[in-house]
């Protein structure tokens, strides 16, 4: 079934018929080796932001995809400043996402992973108060939690007075949750990143000049420049493309 505005392939081969959701979910699967997958929305000029939001950029096409990545990943993982920024609710799928879930032997819904240094967060906000799966706080052992946080989420230390990053994806897959999915923000797509943990990154690119001032997709520390090959180059009839890039 296809829906809303048709997807196409451009690369590697063409395909004149529109993509269904069928044939997005073989297009981006699930891999059969632990993987973290990063997804973005930027504007042509690469801002990743519009008057402070992501939503300016995204658009039907983009939330279909955003969508089905989350129905093809074990966990969800995000940083701390855009859980608290974007409002996260609850991670929530609809029907026939579940479905689909369920017949690939999945969990109904993917695992909320907040990742947060000073663990300033909200046990009353809607991702942890009415989360489907106990979310996760990946955070170290240098900093405790706020009042409540225990309860509505398990915290996960990794590292002495900084979060681990490395140790904590090898204790996610440990805990059973192997395809990871990172919707950001820059700062963890940076420290992401500069550990070398990225496997792939999914990126809409919107046909707008934003214009100086916001930020990129990435942020923090510099770190070194890293190959990450094209595999796969879609576009939707608004004119907003979906690269995928992955080791492989
Ligand atoms: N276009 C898109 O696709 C997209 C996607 C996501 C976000 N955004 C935008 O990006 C902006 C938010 O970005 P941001 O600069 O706040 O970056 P961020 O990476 O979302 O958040 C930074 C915060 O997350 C936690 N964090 C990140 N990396 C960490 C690490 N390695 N270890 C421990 N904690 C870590 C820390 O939280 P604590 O302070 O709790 O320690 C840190 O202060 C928002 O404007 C949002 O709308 C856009």
């Known amino acids: 079934m296809t829906v809303g505005i048709p997807i196409r392939r451009l690369w590697p081969e063409p395909s ?27 504007s042509l000029d690469g801002a990743v932001t519009v008057d402070g939001y992501s939503a300016g950029l995204s658009g039907e096409p983009d939330k279909r995809v955003f969508g089905l990545l989350r129905m093809l990943c074990d966990a969800l993982v995000v940083a701390a400043g855009t859980l608290r920024h974007e409002d ?16 690939n032997g999945l969990a109904e819904y993917p695992t909320l992973v907040v990742v947060s ?32 946080l ?4 398990d915290v996960l230390r990794c590292g002495t007075d900084r979060v681990d990053l ?10 059973g949750l192997s395809q990871l999915l990172c919707e950001g ?27 100086p001032g916001p930020a990129r997709i990435i942020a923090g520390d510099a770190t070194p420049p890293r ?10 009839d608004d004119g907003v493309l979906m690269l995928r890039h992955a080791r492989e």
């Open 185 to 211: 923000g820059p700062h963890l797509f940076g420290a992401l990143t500069a550990a070398n943990l990225v496997d792939e990154l999914c990126l809409t690119v919107s046909p707008l000049l934003a214009g």
């Open 227 to 236: 190959q990450l090959p094209l595999r796969h180059v879609l576009a939707a």
């Open 166 to 175: 490395a140790a904590g994806l090898d204790e996610l897959r440990r805990r």
């Open 88 to 103: 996260y609710r609850a991670v929530r799928l609809d029907e026939r996402r579940r479905a689909w879930r369920r017949d």
């Open 117 to 148: 240094g000073a663990l300033d967060l909200d046990p009353a906000q809607a991702a942890f108060a009415d989360a489907p799966v106990r979310p996760v706080v990946l955070t170290h052992a240098g900093v405790d939690p706020p009042p409540g």
């Open 150 to 153: 225990t309860d509505v989420a």
């Open 16 to 42: 004149a018929l529109p993509l269904d959701d069928a044939a997005l979910t073989v297009l981006y699967g699930r891999a059969d080796q632990p993987r973290l997958r990063v997804n973005f929305v930027a």
